[in-house]
């Protein structure tokens, strides 16, 4: 089946360490999205890809990079300048292959730190 | 600046009860309004509106757009238990590069 698929579902760190979460999709889309979510709050868009080997910064894109080598896989890493990195990360390409329009979702990966 | 707005922020029904929750923006150069559900983890898709006035409709759940106002509502009649969630609403301008979020309408339907 066609999907979006992040790991890990979950994943602690300790302060002062960098960590990657992975996004990979099988949809053949030029698009990828990253965005963070707090509790109470919406969606905030980190970085987005609009091809391959190329990105743009976001809303929040401090304290985080990203690379775009391929174009099944967007993995975002979290840096330890990120001062409040504890959150909920989604990753979504376009539902259409487009851009922007309806979003279609990977799970999520859930961060926590200790 | 875009902006998205979405009251209330909560919200608690008991079953069979009809809500409406509303979504107002500011943004250049609209192109769409979009609402998700968000119950635990990835957001669902639910409705797109781009023209004033039309009314999308699945099941018990139906929106609407006023273009004119620059809002949104999200209606849900004979609520069950397995509405409760979160609902997202979300602008796209024709020169934007992503979609921009409320924070969202928490809803818990009570037995």
């Known amino acids: 089946d066609g999907g979006i698929t992040q790991s890990p579902k979950y994943l602690f760190r300790k302060e002062g360490q960098n960590v990657t979460l992975s996004c990979e999709q099988n949809l053949n889309h030029d698009a990828m999205y990253w965005y963070r979510q707090d509790p109470g709050q919406g969606l905030r868009l980190i970085y987005y890809s609009q091809i391959v080997n190329d990105f743009q910064k976001g809303d929040i894109a401090e304290g985080y990079s990203v690379s775009r080598e391929k174009k099944e896989s967007f993995p975002l890493t979290v840096t330890s300048a990120q001062k409040n990195p504890t959150a909920f990360y989604l990753c979504?390409?376009?539902?259409?292959?487009?851009?922007?329009?309806?979003?279609?979702f990977g799970e999520g990966s859930r961060l926590t730190v200790l | 600046e875009d902006k998205v707005v979405q009251s209330p922020l909560s919200l608690v029904v008991h079953e069979g009860d009809t809500v409406t929750l509303n979504c107002s923006y500011e943004?250049?150069?609209?192109?769409?309004l979009l609402w998700y559900k968000q119950e635990k983890k990835a957001p669902t898709f639910l409705f797109m509106l781009t023209s004033s006035g039309i009314e999308k409709k699945s099941g018990r759940l139906s929106s609407i757009l006023d273009k004119k106002e620059l809002f949104s509502i999200l209606n849900i009649t004979a609520t069950q238990t397995g509405d409760s969630a979160v609902y997202l609403c979300a602008v796209e301008a024709n020169s934007g590069y992503a979609l921009n979020f409320g924070k969202g309408t928490s809803l818990l339907v009570t037995p």
């Open positions: 979504a390409t376009p539902s259409g292959g487009g851009n922007t329009g309806e979003l279609f």
């Open positions: 943004v250049t150069n609209f192109r769409s």
